[in-house]
């Protein structure tokens, strides 16, 4: 077993002692084709504002060359991937996370999912990537519509496109994430963990997350134990945002999650982070109010990104606009 000296420890500000976790087997699983799917998807925003989503249409086959393409991407040299330029707000980021001190055992693209937006990708083959990048990216945003409106029949909400519209919004603001957590041998020791992405809640609507086959991902609970997501690179992993427990009035939270790096495997997630338009008004839908108050002050969604750009990751960035 290697041993990392105290001085390359220090500089690991990312090392820490988490508990033991187990794999967990009781995580929602939605097969979208299946006549159930809006039941079961509303249980699991309700229970743990997270869940495994199976039979969702998105070709393997494009995850693959995409997978492959942008691991590629991350092979390159430190100075061949910030031609792509700093994450201010898109570009390629390396161990600093956000612009408040947060660090983690990764590096990472930042991306405007707008088609409009001709973002730089640079590499061997950049056209290529850029090109399979939107392709996912659409196909990602359909199914994310898909759950939403799913949703929406699973509430019996009358208006089907009441969540999706945000995303199909040609001014929805969603970004696109792609992280590489580099094994790190040195890290099988002493109980200790490497955080790759520290604890938080992702501030958007919803978020969906697809990896290779290497574990690290976790999800926290309301019970108040961490459990380890089992990883699945056929599948994809939906969170519930802090801008959704909001418009839901709290039926659905949020869920904090984090990844740890793994010693031996290097871990490579995509992630797709539906928002709605800067300017829309987030605040409980009069369908989950029926007689009671807001837990929320007003905002829109430009009014709590500046909130969150100026926060720690793990801060409960919600608290300011909660109604005491
Ligand atoms: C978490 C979810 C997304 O990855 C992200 C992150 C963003 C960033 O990496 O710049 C933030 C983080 C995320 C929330 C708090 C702030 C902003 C880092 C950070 C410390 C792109 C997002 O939208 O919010």
Known sequence: ?????????????????????????TIPIVDLSKPDAKTLIVKACEEFGFFKVINHGVSMEAISELEY??????????????????????????????????????????????????????????????????????????????ILELMAEGLKIQQKDVFSKLLMDKQSDSIFRVNHYPACPEMTL?????????????????????SNNTSGLQIYLRDGNWISVPPDDKSFFINVGDSFQVMTNGRFRSVRHRVL?????????????????????????????????????????????????????????LEHFERI
């Open 261 to 317: 790096a793994n010693g031996f495997k290097s871990r490579l997630s995509m992630i797709y982070f539906g928002g709605p338009p800067l300017s829309e008004k987030i605040a409980p839908l009069s369908f989950f109010m029926k007689g009671k108050e807001s837990l929320y002050k007003e905002f829109t969604w430009f009014e709590y990104k500046k909130s969150i750009y100026g926060s720690r990751l793990f801060k409960n960035r």
């Open 1 to 25: 077993m290697v041993l990392l000296s105290k001085a390359t420890t220090e500089q690991y500000s990312y090392i820490k002692n988490c508990m033991p976790t187990k794999f967990s087997s």
């Open 69 to 146: 393409e942008a691991f590629k991407f991350f092979s390159m040299s430190l100075n061949e991937k910030e031609k792509v330029g700093p994450p201010n707000p898109f570009g390629y980021g390396s161990k600093k996370i956000g612009h408040n001190g947060d660090v983690g055992w990764i590096e990472y693209l930042l991306l405007n999912t707008n088609q409009e937006y001709n973002f730089s990708v640079y590499g061997k083959n950049p056209e290529k990537f850029r090109c399979l990048l939107n392709s996912y990216m659409s196909s990602v945003r359909k199914m994310a519509c898909e």
């Open 190 to 210: 002493n109980d200790q963990n490497l955080i790759g992405f520290g604890e938080h809640t992702d501030p958007q609507i919803i978020s969906l997350l697809r």
